[in-house]
């Protein structure tokens, strides 16, 4: 059996955010229970609280020494991609070439007007955010010319160590979204494709159709991964799972069934169960994000890793 990867997503802390010290525990032990990388949710205008994800990366790679960290997805848009590409830069060096980009478009169009930037031709605006920075990443003396962004003789250093598993050569660039349009966008330029709380057969079909897109843009044989993002609660059985994440499915009124159809829970083997079904269709990256308060949010990342991790390290033994 291939390795299955299992990360940790940080953030989306509906429920309370836990404390720095149990932050940084649970990053100087993540390691030791199996898991393979860290991802962090980026938002502005949000309905619970959010760290910033540059800071907070910084904090995680200083913590640990193997595992992968990244956005899950960052805005771009929000930001000059040079701010972006010297921020990023500068993590992979600090973290020994660990860090994995992964951005999208964001649903919150408030974000924004808050920040002052037009909504429309957002698509656009992050295709060339995604070529400025695998321009300056690459380029010594780099320029670029379009329609969002214009600079000439730019040098960053250092740049960030060169990646061979992808076909641009720098620090992979996943593309996070549902929609056609962002599907194509994945074909076209990423080197993965970021999938969020989507069911097995929901999954299959994108993967589907960045196939069939990638040829269409010249990328047949092109390596494009994929990975997923799925709400997670471990319990000793189903019914307390559901009893111990009650806040969330009872906030979205008649939006709790699909919630339940997209996310996994119960005991680790019914966690398990759920997660082969999309083995099943070929995805072997995996991002479960706790839902838990803040006193329960260490002990369902150590669970994650012990129970589910561990099992497909031990699989693939």
């Known amino acids: 059996m291939k390795q299955i990867k299992v990360g940790i997503g940080f953030g989306l802390w509906r429920l309370g955010m836990p404390s720095p010290e149990t932050i940084v525990k649970v990053a100087e032990r993540a390691e030791d229970w199996g898991l393979d990388s860290f991802w962090l949710s980026d938002h502005l205008l949000a309905p619970s609280p959010e760290l910033d994800v540059i800071t907070t990366l910084s904090l995680l790679a200083s913590r640990t020494s193997r595992m992968k960290l990244g956005p899950s997805v960052l805005l771009l848009n929000l930001r000059h991609p040079l701010l972006v590409a010297k921020a990023f830069a500068s993590l992979d060096y600090l973290s020994k070439g660990r860090m994995v980009m992964a951005v999208g478009t964001g649903a919150n169009l408030a974000d924004y007007a808050a920040c002052g930037i037009p909504t429309e031709g957002r698509g656009k605006r992050l295709e060339e955010g995604i070529e400025v920075l695998r321009t300056v990443w690459r380029e010594k003396n780099a320029s670029f010319h379009g329609r969002f962004f214009n600079f000439d003789n730019v040098t960053l250093e250092p740049r960030p160590v060169a990646r061979t598993n992808n076909d641009f050569g720098t620090m992979d660039i996943w593309v996070g979204g549902r929609s056609e349009t962002a599907l194509k966008r994945t074909a076209k330029m990423g080197d993965g494709f970021f999938a969020s709380f989507q069911t097995p057969d929901e999954y299959a079909k994108s993967m589907a159709s960045i196939r069939k897109y990638a040829v269409e843009f010249g990328r047949a044989n092109a390596h494009i991964e994929s990975g997923l993002i799925l709400l997670c609660r471990i319990a000793t059985s189903r019914q307390k799972a559901l009893d111990e994440m009650e806040p969330m499915p009872k906030a979205l009124g008649r939006g709790a069934e699909q919630f339940l159809e997209r996310i996994v829970y119960g005991t680790a083997e019914d966690v398990i169960g759920r997660v082969s079904e999309y083995v ?38």
Not at 300 to 305: A, N
């Open 280 to 317: 099943g269709h070929g995805l072997d990256k995996f991002v479960l994000w706790p839902i838990a308060t803040p006193d329960a949010w260490a002990k369902q990342v150590e669970l994650v890793g012990s129970e589910i991790a561990n099992h497909y390290m031990k699989a693939a033994a």
